[in-house]
């Protein structure tokens, strides 16, 4: 499939290199343990068919907590959304990159948006991150910081990483949505061909809920 079809998915999200079923398992062994004491309770289910498809079972958006979390396998990795208003949280992949030893990766592309007006809509950013047993091993970024261009490298640099562009005018290109997907692509992660292998070949994805008394200020966004 193509990455356009991640649709206001593609944005954020994150990916753990280890079976779907085990990511699931250690997600809710971890999470649970934290919600329990508050009256919440997960519930998980298995989800089939193509990842744009699945992906609409995240709607709503919700604020100030997240409700729904998607799993979903993609060769040797699995991808992970959640429905937050401000995009996926990036904590969860690396947390469970510690707790099951295996690596990680936060992605972000989110692609600015200016108004007729001029004035910014959506603030852009490229980001990958990338995480070995929860510790950091490569991070690159280009990101509007609220109305200026930053560019950030830490880590050891990836023999596939295209160097030469980190030095470009202007600092926005330095760092790009399609750099971002060539780097996954060269990490086996192939979100440009077709991230919505049939159940029977990958097994199935799963969508996990929340179930419980939501705050005062609870918040839904049917966008």
Known sequence: MNVENLGRFRDSFGLVR????????????????????????????????????????????????????????????????????????????????????VDAIRAVAAIEQIEPNGRVKKYGATMFEYYIAGVPRRAVFAADDGGKWKFHQSGEPFAFEEHDCYSARPIKARFTPPMLFRYLRQLSVPLEDEASAPAEEHGSGFLVKKHGKMPQPFREVYE
């Open 18 to 101: 280890a079976p779907c079923k085990t990511v699931v398992e250690e997600f809710c062994n971890w999470q649970q343990a934290i919600l329990k004491p508050y009256g919440f309770e997960l519930r998980r289910e298995p989800m089939e068919g193509t990842l744009a498809g699945v992906l609409e079972a995240l709607i709503p958006r919700t604020a100030p907590i997240t409700t729904r979390y998607l799993f979903w396998p993609l060769g040797s990795w699995t991808l992970y959304f959640d429905n937050s208003i401000g995009g996926t949280d990036a904590s969860p992949p690396k947390v469970l990159s510690a707790r099951m030893q």
